[in-house]
């Protein structure tokens, strides 16, 4: 098989895996429980809390352990929201469904727009906030379907100046891109395990001491700001990836760009009638999103999958309603052309080898529904 879909969910390292092993099945104890058997599982999520912490330049008491990215998104806009009156979330077209999904039936939602590049306008976002009473800006920092990086500093600076609290969805940009919350003045963060190579059901919210913030789930775990029994494993295993996403960032950046570039080269030469989505100059090194002219993606997708190449066309989770994609309707696309794209995103785990069959087998395929 060749996997082509790491911004959809990565596979769990095998040393992240051995990091969780004794917290199934030997150090088990509840960690919150009073006795010496639980200090050895609570010291394991404090030194979690640590390595996800210094991933983003955070103190450790700023990091909140949650299920998933989804809920740490949702928990922050709810946070908000409760507290709003009357005042508007400003929000852009190209946010995960995770953050537009709950916002979709409210009133007091501005949503900026982005150019063909997938940027939004900082003068829109610096008028708003300039005339609104704003609760909250809201701004991905890379995009899940095309990579396209947003100007997070410039937005950062923004909400500064008017003391608008900022949040943004880093799913994409942990482990991809250098993040530093003591360098870029941002509120809160939503931080995803399963895309950095650690397990599925486990996130973080990044909350920045002084913040305000209301749990979604009451209970006293994490200082009260999240309830429920840890899953310790889950917690360790997030971790021990972001402590290696950190370690690995400079090396993974290189071989993903080095195979994304030559994968984009490679089709622009062999298959004629494709064109690239998004801002080249801002995206992630991994990941490209490629229109071909005519064809639906679906097909290409299915003829790719029974070849054993695995990519998709977009976010994983709507992938399977057949909707165009928001993000490049946002940017411009009609319904043709969004349904044309299909996301690749390589990671370090990429060959040059595997780009190349899959450029061959692709021009195939392509070559044999064009007749
Ligand atoms: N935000 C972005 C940009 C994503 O790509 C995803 C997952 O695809 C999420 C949020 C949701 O993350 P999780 O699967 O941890 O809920």
Request: proline share 4%; hydrophobic share 40%; charged share 20%.
């Amino acid at each position: 098989m060749i996997y082509l879909d790491y911004n959809a969910t990565t596979p769990v390292t095998v040393e992240v895996f051995e990091a969780m092993k004794p917290y199934f099945c030997e150090e088990w104890a509840n960690p919150s429980s009073p006795y010496a058997f639980s200090a050895r599982p609570s010291a394991a999520i404090e030194k979690a809390r640590n390595q996800v912490a210094s991933l983003i330049g955070a103190l450790p008491e700023e990091i909140i352990f949650t299920s998933c990215a989804t809920e740490s998104n949702q928990t922050i806009l709810q946070s908000l929201l409760a507290n709003s009156d009357q005042q508007i979330i400003v929000t852009s077209a190209v946010e995960h469904n995770s953050i537009l999904e709950p916002l979709k039936d409210l009133a007091n939602i501005h949503i900026l727009s982005v150019n063909q590049a997938g940027l939004i306008d900082l003068n829109e976002l610096e008028m708003i906030c300039s005339r609104q009473r704003v609760a909250l800006v809201s701004i991905i920092w890379a995009n899940n379907e095309t990579g396209v990086i947003s100007d997070i500093q410039a937005v950062a600076e923004i909400c500064r100046k008017y003391n608008i609290l900022l949040h943004t969805d880093t799913v994409q940009a942990t482990g991809k891109l250098s993040l530093d919350v003591r360098e870029t003045p941002i509120d809160y963060l939503s931080l995803s395990s399963h895309k950095i190579y650690g397990p599925k059901g486990v996130g973080a919210t990044y909350v920045r001491t002084g913040a305000p913030y209301k749990p979604m789930i009451t209970g006293s775990q994490e200082q009260a700001r999240r309830g429920g029994t840890e899953a310790v494993p889950l917690i360790v295993g997030f971790g021990e990836a972001a402590e290696i996403a950190a370690k690995s960032l400079a090396e993974r950046i290189t071989h993903t760009k080095k195979l994304r570039d030559l994968f984009e080269q490679n089709i622009q030469q062999q298959i004629p009638g494709t064109y690239i989505n998004g801002s080249r100059e801002h995206r992630l090194t991994n990941t490209t999103n490629i229109g071909f002219r005519g064809i639906d993606s679906d097909m290409i997708i299915q003829l790719l999958s029974h070849q054993g190449i695995m990519v998709s066309n977009g976010s994983a989770c709507t992938s399977s309603a057949l909707t165009p994609s928001h993000v490049l309707l946002a940017m411009g696309r009609s319904y043709e052309e969004a349904n044309e794209a299909i996301r690749f995103s390589v990671s370090h785990l990429t060959k040059e080898a595997d780009i190349h069959t899959t450029v061959e087998i692709l021009r195939d395929i392509v070559n044999s529904i064009r007749g």
